[in-house]
DNA sequence: TAGCAATTATCAATAATTATCACTGTTGTA
DNA sequence: TACAACAGTGATAATTATTGATAATTGCTA
């Protein structure tokens, strides 16, 4: 038999059952166990099967989940963006209809919302995760998620973004200046964050300071249609073009 | 047995029981009780389950998240559902335009779906995500995430999923008999699971042979509108009214 | 607190794994 | 053809992991 051949079958085997143990293999395949125990490290080396002492079972797709994804980005300026998080919640009242965008410190305001009766409406995952977990109201935009499994973009997102109307929306950003306005690094992206501005009441975009003078691929909103809330803002420019907030 | 194997059997138990005696499984699993404790301290120690004086219960986690929440409902019956899952994976050609039901056996599919060109579309989380990992072009149903964070369901999701025309349908349910049909639990999932049917070129419905007979709240679907994937099913009225595959 | 069941710690036996080495058959080259 | 280089295989010995049994300890219940 040849040697793909044997890997097919184990790999066939394995899907069938969930897991093998060597011997059965031997037996049925009719080769030596050092031949198995080699066609079970290449498959493994492969990531195609997870090898366990006695055999193999099924590779166990490490989810990662939301969370931990969302959680690496966090952690840079994290006071900061607990200070803007913060002071973002306290802003959410129990009538509002609110738009909460994808992102690192949107996702940081899901922690300081609790028992409210506003209902959201989110594009990132895990946002609505903990949100629908605390007992809010959440609606998750349909659309393509995309290789990062983190937010929900696209052509359909934006379609159905466009039904809703918001009395507060929360954007996040890459780049603040006073000429590019508020820019993002890819265009699906910035579709729904403009698409969400225009549809709200009013549209607050968190940027911790570090965002100031950065200008990204694609601009998606003008400085003037947005508050900006954010730890503290040297530009005497950018806060008379627009209201800023500063929380620190 | 493997030991993963055997430490698989021990979870699934405890997720039906609620909680186990470390002499009830020294007997179900044939080992020796030291090896039991070696296993449950071990799976303790992955907080997977909580050890405790005598035996092991489910742990009280906080938050499971939902891929735990889902993993739970998997191991019930968890090789007919591998066999089902499998074989329901492999109808999926590069050409097709998926809806995948949100639900256990229908995520175990996940496990068994590489490389295709097909286009998911899912209420399914948890779905959306491991499918997303592998490279699918993968499309969330917008709606309500209700407190069970796992799918999303709704009328919302209902107008959304009335958009789409699918060329093969895999829905999960909770109950088949020959007069309601199929049947599950809650009315909004009902209503998904009946529009993705209607929308659907084919549409299977994936059921181990517990479902048989079984009668829930909701009936979504005549018994003659789908296929049955199924481990076994003893029912000949059933098997003369629709098309039956049985996959072990 | 006594009595009993359950747990932990330890060790020997067993099973599985790894690391080598020798054998086979194939390929390319002189 | 003869030969070397090579990949794949099977066998063996040394190492390591897992297991079951036992004794010592701990925790429960009356």
């Given at each position: 038999m040849l040697t793909q051949e044997r890997r097919n079958?184990?790999?066939?085997?394995?899907s069938e059952k969930g897991s093998?143990?060597?011997?059965?293999?031997?037996?049925?395949?009719?080769?030596?166990?050092?031949?198995?125990?080699?066609?079970?490290?290449?498959?493994?080396?492969?990531g195609k099967i997870n090898k366990v002492h006695g055999g193999a079972?099924?590779?166990?797709?490490?989810?990662?989940?939301?969370?931990?994804?969302?959680?690496?980005?966090?952690?840079?300026?994290?006071?900061?963006?607990?200070?803007i998080a913060s002071y973002a919640a306290s802003l959410i009242n129990d009538d509002d209809y609110v738009f909460l965008d994808a992102g690192s410190t949107t996702f940081l305001m899901t922690e300081y919302i609790f028992n409210t009766k506003?209902?959201?409406?989110?594009?990132?995952?895990?946002h609505a995760q903990v949100l629908a977990q605390k007992g809010c109201r959440v609606f998750i935009l349909g659309g393509e998620l995309k290789d990062t499994t983190e937010a929900i973009?696209?052509?359909?997102?934006?379609?159905?973004?466009?039904?809703?109307n918001f009395s507060k929306a929360f954007i996040g950003t890459n780049g603040i200046t006073e000429?590019?306005?508020?820019?993002?690094?890819?265009?699906?992206?910035?579709?729904?964050?403009?698409?969400?501005?225009?549809?709200?009441?009013?549209?607050?975009?968190l940027a911790d300071s570090t965002k100031f003078g950065i200008v990204s691929a694609v601009s998606f909103k003008p400085l003037e249609?947005?508050?900006?809330?954010?730890?503290?803002?040297?530009?005497?420019?950018i806060k008379k073009k627009t209201i800023v907030k500063e929380v620190l």
């Open positions: 079958k184990i790999l066939e085997i394995i093998v143990a060597v011997g059965e293999l031997t037996s049925v395949l009719e080769a030596s166990e050092a031949t198995i125990r080699r066609d079970l490290l290449a498959l493994a080396n492969l079972t099924l590779p166990e797709h490490e989810f990662l989940n939301k969370e931990d994804n969302i959680n690496v980005k966090v952690r840079k300026n994290l006071e900061q963006k607990r200070a506003a209902v959201f409406v989110t594009n990132g995952i895990a973009i696209g052509i359909v997102a934006a379609q159905n973004l466009q039904k809703y000429k590019q306005g508020f820019t993002t690094t890819d265009t699906d992206e910035a579709m729904i964050k403009a698409i969400a501005g225009e549809h709200s009441f009013v549209s607050y975009v249609s947005s508050a900006i809330i954010c730890d503290k803002c040297d530009s005497e420019e």
